[in-house]
Nanobody
Framework: QVQLAESGGGLVQPGGSLRLSCVASRIPFSTYTMSWYRQAPGKERELVAVTSGYDGSTDYADSVKGRFTISRDNAKNKLYLEMTSLKPEDTAVYLC?????????WGKGTLVTVSS
């Protein structure tokens, strides 16, 4: 059974930083396109950042460009999201998603709260 497990969320002050992790099991991780999404209360789920399993290229939502960095360690089956200059509007549950071979899988998410 495929599993994606996020960690690293928590409470942080505006302007602060956090690093999220997602560990994947039972998939050929290096070949999957991996993404971070987020969902704030009362809002739709939105794509934050994505990294290709084909060439490692990355893309970001305009709202996080220059502040967030997505990366992956294929040897450890891990996906990361480095978040800096956090704003209250970044508050959300952050979820990782794996896509490949016509399948997609979601983690359960980790809560990030940005508040003073």
């Amino acid at each position: 059974q495929v599993q994606l497990a996020e960690s690293g969320g928590g409470l942080v002050q505006p302007g602060g930083s956090l690093r999220l992790s997602c560990v994947a099991s039972r998939i050929p991780f290096s070949t999957y396109t991996m993404s971070w999404y987020r969902q704030a209360p009362g809002k739709e789920r939105e794509l934050v950042a994505v990294t290709s399993g084909y060439d490692g290229s990355t893309d970001y939502a305009d709202s996080v460009k220059g502040r967030f960095t997505i990366s992956r360690d294929n040897a450890k089956n891990k996906l990361y999201l480095e978040m800096t200059s956090l704003k209250p509007e970044d508050t959300a549950v952050y979820l990782c998603k794996a896509v490949g071979y016509g399948m997609h899988y979601w983690g359960k998410g980790t809560l990030v709260t940005v508040s003073s």
